[in-house]
Every structure is written in structure tokens, then in C-alpha cells.
């Protein structure tokens, strides 16, 4: 391969790189997240704490616990804001973390990839 071919493949794949990946951009993982809260309805008000209880097997004190976990590390925050980020957190926590396994049950009993 020609010195001036090679420059080319590695000028593209630099900004290949650059598109995916900008300064700020969320990571895949955080995006996948972000797409599963929003594909389960979680709209807001009563949907949010309905969902959190019933991900949290009907215990209203580990929804306390989620809830007041994402205003310490968000100060400022309103509620909705608050139950967003703990359904995320659950999601991140139970379908899209490291500790999984590809083609495992998930809590709901559906198979992820």
C-alpha cells in the first residue's frame, strides 16, 4: 500500500473516530440506557414511581434510597429529574452494566443481547 493510500485510510478512520466519539458525547452504553427509559413509557409523575416500585419489588424505602442517591450526586435536581436519573441507574445497574451475561433473563423475564 502506497504511503499516500495509507495517509488517506488513517485520516478517514481519524475522523470516523471524531464523528462517534465528540467531546461530551454520551457513551453507547449511556445512550442505550437513555433509549430503554424512554421505550418503557416512563413519562413522569406516577408512571416514574410505579415503574421504580415495581423494579424495586414493591420496597418504597429502596425507591426513597434510589431517589435520595441521585440528588446527592445532582444537587439541585427536581423530582422528575430524580426518578429519570434512578430509572436510568436501574437500567445501567441491571441491563446494560459489565456484570451481565449476553442471552441472560433479565428482571422482567425478557432475553437482551
Avoid: K
Amino acid at each position: 500500500m502506497s504511503p499516500f493510500a495509507l495517509l488517506l485510510l488513517c485520516a478517514a478512520a481519524a475522523v470516523a473516530c471524531w464523528a462517534i466519539w465528540r467531546p461530551g458525547a454520551a457513551a453507547p452504553r449511556e445512550r442505550r440506557a437513555a433509549a430503554e427509559v424512554e421505550a418503557a413509557g416512563a413519562g413522569g409523575g406516577r408512571d416514574d414511581h410505579a415503574f421504580l416500585l415495581d423494579v424495586c419489588a414493591g420496597d418504597g424505602a429502596e425507591v426513597l434510597r434510589r431517589l435520595e442517591a441521585e440528588v446527592r450526586r445532582n444537587p439541585g435536581i427536581d423530582d422528575a429529574q430524580a426518578y429519570r436519573r434512578a430509572i436510568r441507574s436501574w437500567f445501567l445497574e441491571h441491563r446494560g452494566g459489565t456484570h451481565g451475561e449476553v442471552g441472560g433473563e433479565s428482571r422482567g423475564g425478557d432475553v437482551w443481547l
